[in-house]
Nanobody
Framework: QVQLVESGGGLVQAGGSLRLSCAAS????????MGWFRQAPGKEREFVAA????????PYADSAKGRFTISRDNAKNTVYLQMNSMKPEDTAVYYC?????????????????WGQGTQVTVSS
């Protein structure tokens, strides 16, 4: 059974940093596109960042550009999201997702596997 497990969320002050991890099990995702999404209270789930299998293509949402970095370690079957210069508007539940294919997508409906989410709260 495929599982994606996020970790690293928590409470941070504005301007601080967090690194989220997403560990995959049940199969290898070394050739699959992966992504991070987030959902704030009362809002729809939105795209944050994605990464192709080799890590050479990493699109970001405008809100994440210049502050967040997505990366992956295929040997560990793990994807990361480094978040710097965090803002209160980054407060959300962050979800890791994986596709069955290697092609990146910015659309949540294109993702086949999802983690349970990890809460990130940024205080002002």
């Amino acid at each position: 059974q495929v599982q994606l497990v996020e970790s690293g969320g928590g409470l941070v002050q504005a301007g601080g940093s967090l690194r989220l991890s997403c560990a995959a099990s049940g199969r290898t995702f070394s050739r699959n596109a992966m992504g991070w999404f987030r959902q704030a209270p009362g809002k729809e789930r939105e795209f944050v960042a994605a990464i192709n299998w080799s890590g050479t293509s990493t699109p970001y949402a405008d809100s994440a550009k210049g502050r967040f970095t997505i990366s992956r370690d295929n040997a560990k079957n793990t994807v990361y999201l480094q978040m710097n210069s965090m803002k209160p508007e980054d407060t959300a539940v962050y979800y890791c997702a994986a596709r069955r294919v290697s092609i990146i997508s910015l659309w949540l409906d294109d993702y086949d596997y999802w983690g349970q989410g990890t809460q990130v709260t940024v205080s002002s």
